[in-house]
T-cell receptor
């Protein structure tokens, strides 16, 4: 079974500060990992994903995440927070292969607040 | 291209009533998924269609939930009779086929269901 844990349901940063949202996963097979963002009254938008290859993945809006197999982590970072980054962020792992391909297991979500 | 469309965006119904949620996927996307987020909890998988067939319905909570995808196009999710614990946000997503998991979902904006 796969699971995802996001440390911290709420993270608050100052504008211009580093954003770090933590995600740890458990998976019995090599995982595909995703970060999604949800802005108010909108759907889930893909920020970035890791499938194979380079472990440092760059996404939209200046975000990036690094897959660390030894730590079973996929933390999301952004060097300088912007007010527009305020949203809820979700880490997810994919069930690759078999009859459950495409099925995502999500973490609990982290609400990011950016203050001036 | 048009995105994934869900309606209604909000629905408030009384316990015991029936509600039908609809999802229109991106044209040409064979895969269609339903997810649900109950308040305070993580987003959870409900089921997965490939065209008109149910590929995986392991996440359906009970037999009060019925999902259909007529002709492999739009999908409906009916809750009958609705209970208080069914309240939450119901998300639909679609994707093109990729059995290795290397794909990109597109999510709809969700339907917020409130059962009173």
């Amino acid at each position: 079974a796969q699971s995802v844990t996001q440390l911290g349901s709420h993270v608050s940063v100052s504008e211009g500060a580093l954003v770090l949202l933590r995600c740890n996963y458990s998976s019995s097979v090599p995982p595909y990992l995703f970060w999604y963002v949800q802005y108010p009254n909108q759907g889930l938008q893909l920020l970035l994903k890791y499938t194979t290859g380079a472990t440092l993945v760059k996404g939209i809006n200046g975000f990036e995440a690094e897959f660390k197999k030894s730590e079973t982590s996929f933390h999301l970072t952004k060097p300088s927070a912007h007010m527009s980054d305020a949203a809820e962020y979700f880490c997810a792992v994919n069930h690759a292969g078999g009859t459950s391909y495409g099925k995502l297991t999500f973490g609990q979500g982290t609400i990011l607040t950016v203050h001036p | 291209e048009a995105g994934v469309t869900q309606f209604p965006s909000h629905s408030v119904i009384e316990k015991g009533q029936t509600v039908t949620l609809r999802c229109d996927p991106i044209s040409g996307h064979d895969n269609l998924y339903w997810y649900r987020r109950v308040m305070g909890k993580e987003i959870k998988f409900l089921l997965h269609f490939v065209k008109e067939s149910k590929q995986d319905e392991s996440g359906m909570p009970n037999n009060r939930f019925l999902a259909e995808r007529t002709g492999g196009t739009y999908s409906t999710l009916k809750v009958q009779p609705a209970e208080l614990e069914d309240s939450g946000v119901y998300f639909c997503a679609s994707s093109q086929i990729a059995r290795d998991g290397n794909y990109g979902y597109t999510f709809g904006s969700g339907t917020r269901l409130t059962v009173v």
